[in-house]
Nanobody, 120 residues
Framework: QVQLVESGGGLVQPGGSLTLSCAAS????????MNWSRQAPGKEREMVAT????????NYADSVKGRFTISRDNAKDTVYLQMNNLEPDDTAVYYC?????????????WGQGTQVTVSS
């Protein structure tokens, strides 16, 4: 059973930092790209960052480039999102996700999300 469990969200002041973690289980973590997405109130979910299986390739949404860093530890089956210089517009529920080959089908899996609130 695929599970993704995010943690690390919270309330932070503008300009502050947070690190999110996503612990994965139920699949061979090192074989799949991993993603972080977010959804703000009243807005569609948007991709924030992706990382390749080995961690050698990453991509970011323009809105977070230079401020957020995605990384992974395949020994711990965990993906991280380091967020620096946070802005009020970063307030959202953050989700990790993976598209996993399951019984011959590519199936998207999502965690339950972790709330990040940037406010003074």
């Amino acid at each position: 059973q695929v599970q993704l469990v995010e943690s690390g969200g919270g309330l932070v002041q503008p300009g502050g930092s947070l690190t999110l973690s996503c612990a994965a289980s139920g699949f061979v973590f090192s074989k799949y790209n991993m993603n972080w997405s977010r959804q703000a109130p009243g807005k569609e979910r948007e991709m924030v960052a992706t990382i390749s299986r080995t961690g050698t390739s990453t991509n970011y949404a323009d809105s977070v480039k230079g401020r957020f860093t995605i990384s992974r530890d395949n020994a711990k089956d965990t993906v991280y999102l380091q967020m620096n210089n946070l802005e009020p517009d970063d307030t959202a529920v953050y989700y990790c996700n993976a598209v996993v080959l399951n019984a011959g089908n590519w199936v998207p899996y999502w965690g339950q999300g972790t709330q990040v609130t940037v406010s003074s």
